[in-house]
């Protein structure tokens, strides 16, 4: 069984779901929001051992079999809706929560990302700790809620040579990667309320590198001449994108950079300098990739299926189905 943890609705995991069920891939798609209302993971613990079942709207399922595992993305558990007592709603997350993680923990599966390294991974401090001692160049930079750190930083780079950022992209409070204009000088004294990246420009044309299993697919996204050349995301539309080929020892380190971080996927985020220097900015667990496959043809998705499929010890028990019959629970 190829367990995925996911969420219906999520394109990339339906693009690479679709794949698998395509070649009879038995996959069971494991959705943490609805397991404090639409589904539940049951347990038992005696002399023959322990069982953890899955079980919801779609049947029940041994997660025991589960010797592959995608750790995608998570959706907020949702709790039953009859409750509404913040106390009683906090203790049923937590509840749910704890059951969940360890659950996940116990199983013997082989996971595109091990969660606890796709966890500890997402940390961008540690990214760039670990980037400078693998030998990748990093952009001069800060984190600070010092007000005079911060301008002694700007003032020594210039305004323009001087991005911000966040450092995790909430829904709620989305912020672009942002050049500092004038305006943003005459506010750095609001660095005081929260921990502020404050980054040297670089420019150059971005990279968006998608490593899975040790494998490079690069995107060459060229924003120099748009509207935002700090943020190619905004305006992949006016950029332009193809496929590229890395030199052998920025890839060496990037593996390097994956291996240390533990994981076996990640969407990584380089800056070309216009004399050749490779610059890294950040590596997402999680990240998107089909964007830079529909504008370069980079077969990600195949890539990503295959390595799922690698990782599944028992195909010859793999259940006969519908070519898209995908459990969802």
């Not at 693009?15 to 698998?20: D, G, H, K, Q, S």
């Not at 670990?130 to 800060?142: D, E, K, N, Q, Y």
């Amino acid at each position: 069984m190829i367990l995925v943890v996911s969420y219906p609705g999520d394109d990339h995991t339906a693009a690479v779901v679709e794949l698998l069920l395509g070649d009879g891939r038995e996959v069971v798609l494991l959705d943490a929001g609805s397991l404090g209302s639409t589904s539940s993971l049951e347990l038992g613990y005696d002399r023959s051992g322990p069982t953890a079942h899955l079980v919801s709207e779609a049947g029940e399922f041994d997660l025991s079999t589960a010797s592959s595992g995608w750790w995608r993305r998570l959706r907020t558990i949702e709790a039953d809706p009859s409750i509404v007592d913040p106390a009683a709603l906090g203790f049923v997350h937590s509840e749910t929560a704890e059951v969940f993680d360890g659950v996940v923990a116990s199983l013997d599966a082989s996971w595109i990302n091990p969660p606890a390294a796709d966890a500890r991974a997402h940390h961008k401090p540690l990214q760039w700790s670990v980037a400078s001692t693998v030998g990748l160049g990093l952009p001069r930079t800060i984190v600070t809620r010092s007000p005079e750190r911060a301008r002694a930083f700007v003032d020594e780079l210039g305004t323009t040579g001087v991005i911000t950022k966040a450092f995790l992209a909430r829904a709620d409070a989305w912020r672009e990667t942002h050049r500092l204009e004038a305006s943003d000088v005459e506010r750095l004294d609001q660095v005081r309320f929260a921990p502020t990246i404050l980054q040297e420009y670089v420019p150059g044309v971005d990279l968006r590198v998608t490593m899975i299993d040790g494998e490079a697919y690069a995107a060459e996204i060229d924003a120099t001449g748009t509207s935002l050349p700090s943020d190619m995301r905004m305006v992949l539309d006016e950029a332009d994108v193809q496929a590229t080929v890395l030199p052998d020892g920025v890839v060496a380190a990037l593996r390097h950079l994956m291996a240390e971080l533990g994981l076996v996927y990640g969407a990584i985020d380089l800056r070309r300098t216009p004399d050749g220097e490779y610059v890294f900015f950040e590596v997402n667990p999680a990240g998107l990739w089909l964007f830079a496959e529909e504008l370069t043809g980079l077969p990600i998705t195949a890539a990503l299926a295959d390595a799922l499929r690698r990782r599944d010890r028992d195909p010859s028990q793999m259940r006969a189905r519908a070519p898209r019959d995908m459990v969802v629970a």
